[in-house]
């Protein structure tokens, strides 16, 4: 089994930037697919990008591509959400997840552990 704990969620101005950390612990890191799910007020929840097992082939949700970059420190076992260029759209409880298949997928339900979650709200 792995653990993860988000942190790094809070209050920022539409433009502006935040980055959120998972940190995981229990299994080793590299034994699990990455990846960062959110879920806006009142909406379902959806994938915003990941990283297959290897840490080699990354993933983005068109709506994100080109503001958002995950990396991860296979030293510290912890996974980035680098979030720039925020818009209020991007409003959301932020979740980190884990799966034990080669590639992370982009439907929740198929993904193995989960975090507890960070908010993140983007003021217009």
């Known amino acids: 089994q792995v653990q993860l704990v988000e942190s790094g969620g809070g209050l920022v101005q539409a433009g502006g930037s935040l980055r959120l950390s998972c940190a995981a612990s229990?299994?080793?890191?590299?034994?699990?697919?990455m990846g960062w799910f959110r879920q806006p007020p009142e909406k379902e929840r959806e994938f915003v990008a990941g990283f297959s097992r290897s840490g080699g082939s990354r993933y983005y949700a068109d709506s994100v591509k080109g503001r958002f970059t995950i990396s991860r420190d296979n030293a510290k076992n912890t996974v980035y959400l680098q979030m720039n260029s925020l818009k209020p759209e991007d409003t959301a409880v932020y979740y980190c997840?884990?799966?034990?298949?080669?590639?992370?997928?982009?439907?929740?339900?198929?993904?193995?552990?989960w975090g507890k979650g960070t908010l993140v709200t983007v003021s217009s």
């Open positions: 997840a884990a799966t034990s298949a080669r590639v992370v997928s982009t439907t929740p339900g198929r993904m193995d552990y």
């Open positions: 229990g299994r080793t890191f590299n034994s699990y697919a």
